[in-house]
């Protein structure tokens, strides 16, 4: 059973060993991400983007090391200490876990950022039917970011014609518009992320709540959460 959804960053700044003399400046992004992903219950999955599609077990541990500072991650309890090399999506939700429900076990589906919005709906849907069948609540938890190219200084370079996309995508994601979601560009870099939720949430969750958007440091983060309808 589907039981919530929360949205987050993918950002290593939202961690405070990470962040540095950054961490005032999101600290408001912080608590809204540990406040959104505390209202999914004890069994996660995650929806991310990466190079290919990819299935992490929950019995897995990693590790922000190459991000700078050896601060550790469990996608549950009882993960061995052997440490894997996973991408950012599943850092980050295994950080939320031990800041948000520290009994949640998390699994985390990767869905290369290759594919299209048909085949991103698609796998979706797929996800949604599994769901589901499972007798217990899961929440889905769906880790991405905007544009890149919002500031000056950001990442990507600036684009300004990324602000409007940037504007649409935030609102869609605070309105729960699924539909908007199927036409975000290639410049979105969550762009599958978000039509996999889509196809999830077909035709459109219950109901929707913004809790915090903005871009620091050029980038667009919006955090939220979805109800999903029957």
Same mark, same amino acid.
């Given at each position: ?19 540095? &003399? /950054?961490?005032? $400046? =999101? ?9 959104? @992903? #505390?209202?999914?219950?004890? *069994? ?58 520290? &009994? /949640?076990?998390? $699994? =985390? ?9 048909? @085949? #991103?709906?698609?796998?979706? *849907? ?105």
């Amino acid at each position: 059973m589907l039981a919530a959804i929360a949205l987050t960053p993918s950002a290593p700044v939202l961690v405070p060993e990470l962040a540095g &003399a /950054a961490a005032e $400046e =999101v600290a408001d992004f912080h608590d809204a991400v540990i406040a959104a @992903a #505390a209202t999914l219950p004890d *069994r996660w999955i995650v929806i991310g983007v990466g190079q290919t599609d990819r299935l992490i077990e929950p019995t897995t541990r990693g590790t922000f090391a190459g991000y700078g500072i050896d601060v550790p991650v469990l996608l549950a309890p009882d993960a061995p200490d052997a440490v894997t090399d996973l991408p950012l999506c599943a850092l980050i939700a295994g950080w939320l876990r031990g800041q948000a429900n520290p &009994a /949640a076990r998390v $699994e =985390v589906r990767v869905y290369s950022a290759d594919h299209d919005v048909d @085949a #991103a709906l698609a796998r979706g *849907r797929e996800l949604r039917a599994a769901i589901n069948e499972a007798a217990d609540a899961i929440g889905v938890l769906v880790v991405a970011d905007g544009a890149n190219t919002l500031t000056q200084s950001a990442p990507g370079g600036y684009d300004p014609d990324s602000e409007p996309v940037q504007a649409a995508l935030d609102d869609a994601l605070a309105t729960g518009n699924a539909v908007a979601l199927t036409r975000l560009p290639n410049g979105v870099i969550g762009r599958v992320a978000y039509q996999v939720l889509a196809g999830l949430c077909e035709p459109k969750p219950r109901a929707a709540k913004e809790f915090i958007r903005g871009a620091p440091y050029g980038v667009g983060y919006f955090v939220g959460t979805w109800t999903p309808g029957d």
